[in-house]
């Protein structure tokens, strides 16, 4: 096997990236039924891995979906590919790591078996094309597609049906093309983006959107349990635009992003301008130092 291109886990072995391909119709493909998780690497090294799994296989279980092996082993494919993989990687340089689980293909004759289709892939991550995010700010639109209520399908679960979040981006994105979408519910209380949470600090209460209502991100998880330790209030309740429009500060958190401060919303500057915020730098702060690297400084180190 050629040392100088990815592999990918792929139906029980490592095999090159460029050989693998995906059957017309497996039903990941053709429905969207399949799930995925992914984290980040620091210098190399994956960070919450086990985490991921472990919420991977909470929505492997909702789906009803049977991988054909268990969590360690699901953990020891992924750092193999992780440890192909990232040699070759250019300096300065993180990657992703997803695990990606359909139901299969799709059987056409009665009696036929199903059986799932486990793939376990690495890329880059564009720390280029999002570094003006931590000089600038991330700029949050809320469009006017809702967030599908969890009563019809559990936002807890990190399934390939995306669309409406995608759906909800694309409007975002055709106001402003550099937004980052943010969906609200039917009453109006924001939810979530594609791929992150969304956190506002008003009189040092660091405040974010319900868990029954969002994906539960590692990194919310991990950020909300920094803010405790920084003995900063940390609240879970329902948000809604005016909660963001009065708030001192606001910040994004994804596996990619970790921590971005938030410049405004729906074009409204929140708080009184400072990128990052004298809370989010606290945070970001204690999450450099738990995943031992400045994520804040990689990034920057994109700019022109």
């Not at 391909?21 to 039924?33: A, K, L, T, V």
């Not at 049906?161 to 609200?184: F, I, K, P, R």
Request: aromatic share 8%; hydrophobic share 35%; net charge negative.
């Amino acid at each position: 096997m050629s040392q100088q291109q990815n592999v990918v886990f792929f139906n029980g072995e490592l095999k090159l990236e460029s050989e693998v391909g995906i059957p017309i119709r497996d039903r990941g493909f053709i429905y969207g039924d399949a799930v995925f998780d992914a984290t980040r690497t620091f210098n190399g090294r994956p960070f919450r891995l086990r985490e991921h799994i472990r919420r991977l296989y909470h929505s492997l279980r909702y789906l009803r979906i049977d991988p054909g092996m268990d969590p360690t082993e699901m953990e020891r494919w992924s750092l193999e590919v992780v440890n192909h993989n990232y040699p070759l990687l250019p300096p300065n340089q993180d990657m992703w790591v997803m695990q990606r689980i359909s139901r299969g293909v799709e059987a056409t004759e009665p009696g036929e078996d199903t059986t799932p289709t486990v793939l376990i892939e690495s890329h880059a991550i564009p720390f280029a094309r999002r570094a003006s995010l931590y000089r600038d700010g991330a700029s949050v639109i809320t469009p006017s597609t809702p967030r599908i209520p969890p009563r019809f399908l559990s936002p807890r679960a990190k399934t390939h049906n995306y669309l409406n979040l995608v759906l909800g981006e694309l409007e975002a994105q055709g106001t402003d093309a550099n937004s980052w979408a943010v969906l609200l519910d039917e009453s109006g209380n924001l939810t979530e983006g594609r791929g992150s949470n969304i956190f506002l600090v008003q009189d040092g209460v660091v405040a974010t959107p319900r868990g029954q209502y969002v994906l539960e991100g590692i990194t919310r998880g991990t950020v909300m349990d920094l803010a405790a330790g920084l003995d900063l209030p940390v609240e879970e309740r329902d948000l809604d635009l005016y909660d963001a429009y009065t708030a001192d500060e606001a910040f994004l958190t994804s596996t990619s992003l970790c921590i971005c401060p938030v410049s405004s919303v729906n074009g409204a500057p929140i708080g009184d301008g400072r990128i990052p915020g004298p809370v989010t730098r606290r945070l970001m702060s204690a999450f450099s130092d738990l995943a031992g690297m400045d994520f804040e400084a990689q990034y920057l180190s994109y700019l022109p």
